[in-house]
């Protein structure tokens, strides 16, 4: 049997640290917003190389957090991608403004900047680039458009911790940067958390006030705030996994390089691309083919676990159903979504594995 993904292999590589740094939290009396939190911020701060850290309650609160120190508003309407995950989007309604989506480049499945202008009015001010599957969006092209036209960009990263783009890595190339550390990501916790990462002290300030209650001095309170924080707990064990995801990203990389070698001459199979100086951590290693769900039902056949990111489009979401978004009018995400298979691939996960995903789906297609 192989999994999608086997969470517990991957914490039990580091079961005696992770015991020491919660025996060091439980010890210490103080639970939330402390020095394992502090020592957090700085260290991933540094790893992003970006001057500040925010640490959030998860994700999706780092998106909505990061938009609203930006400016995002009621009645703003904020540029995303038609190809994500549906969080991209809730972020941009939870704070009353209008997400307008863009779609892909079809070859990649990231933000295509080409595609900008025609999502452009003068009600827009943020554009929110996804690093979708790992892979770093084409940040050049969107950044010269967002100043072109004077809007903000928040980017997601919950997908893409560690990633290059053109030699640098993610964390400062827009204005702020959200991270999720929920426990699947390449950089995962042992439940929820997330975290904004900046070059702006204004951003990095207001974002510190909004995750607690909108107060800089307890009891006091500026601003409506939020209670989004990253607890003492969680702080202490990414602190332990933060010096391994490096080598977790080279082990993911070379999965994939070994996918992407030996799926090469499957007929009507596309394989993931990456665009021109955008690197790829592999969060996942997204295959397509117009019979896709034939060979998901082969390789669970085989005990050999595959996930669907995603089934549904959010714009085709009932929840999304005020938007009247028509079906058919974002096409490239709309096929996608009925062709993507996610094949397994983690940082635990042996070579020798994924030579067995590869002999099935070889087996599958007759060759
Ligand atoms: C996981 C994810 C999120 C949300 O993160 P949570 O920590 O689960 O709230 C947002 N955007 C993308 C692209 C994600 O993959």
């Known amino acids: 049997m192989i999994p999608f993904l086997d969470l517990k292999s991957i914490q039990q590589a580091h079961a005696d640290e992770l015991k020491q740094a919660f025996a060091r939290v439980l010890e210490s009396g103080w639970y939330i917003m402390g020095e394992e939190l502090k020592q957090f911020e700085r260290e991933y701060a540094d790893y992003c190389g970006t001057a500040h850290c925010v640490g959030v309650a998860n994700g999706l609160d780092a998106i909505i957090l990061a938009l609203k120190a930006v400016g995002v508003g009621p009645g703003d309407e904020v540029i995303v991608p038609s190809n994500t995950y549906i969080a991209t989007w809730l972020a941009v ?3 009353g403004a209008t997400p307008v989506p863009v779609e892909p480049v079809p070859a990649t499945g990231n933000m295509d900047p080409a595609a900008l202008r025609s999502a452009l009015t003068e ?3 943020a554009i929110v680039p996804v690093h979708l599957y790992g892979q770093a969006a084409e940040l050049d092209q969107i950044l010269a458009f967002a100043r072109e036209h004077g809007l903000k960009v928040v980017e997601d990263g919950a997908q893409s911790h560690g990633v290059l783009y053109k030699g640098k890595r993610v964390g400062s190339h827009g204005d702020a940067v959200a991270w999720s550390f ?3 990501k390449n950089l995962g916790a042992l439940g929820d958390g997330g975290a904004v990462t900046t070059n702006d002290p204004e951003i990095a300030e207001r974002i510190r006030v909004l995750r607690n209650y909108g107060s800089r001095v307890k009891y006091h309170n500026d601003v409506i705030g939020y209670n989004s924080r990253l607890d003492e707990l969680q702080a202490a064990l990414l602190r332990v996994k933060l010096p391994y995801l490096d080598a977790d990203n080279s082990h993911r990389k070379a999965i994939a390089q070994y996918y992407l070698g030996a ?8 394989l993931p691309a990456l665009a021109e100086g955008c690197e790829s951590v592999w969060h996942l290693f997204v295959i397509r083919h117009p019979d896709r769900d034939g060979l998901a039902a082969h390789l669970a056949k085989h005990e050999i676990g595959t996930v669907i990111h995603y089934p549904i489009p959010p714009h085709m979401q009932p929840a999304y159903a005020s ?4 079906e058919g009018s974002l096409p490239v995400s709309e096929t996608m979504h009925q062709q993507v298979l996610s094949l397994p691939i983690g940082p635990t996960m042996t070579l020798a594995d994924a030579e067995i995903v590869v002999k099935v789906i070889v087996g599958y297609f007759g060759r």
């Open 93 to 95: 309604s939870h704070l």
């Open 123 to 125: 009600r827009t001010r």
């Open 182 to 184: 929920y426990p699947g």
């Open 263 to 270: 799926l090469n001459s499957i007929p009507g199979l596309i």
């Open 323 to 326: 938007l009247n978004i028509a």
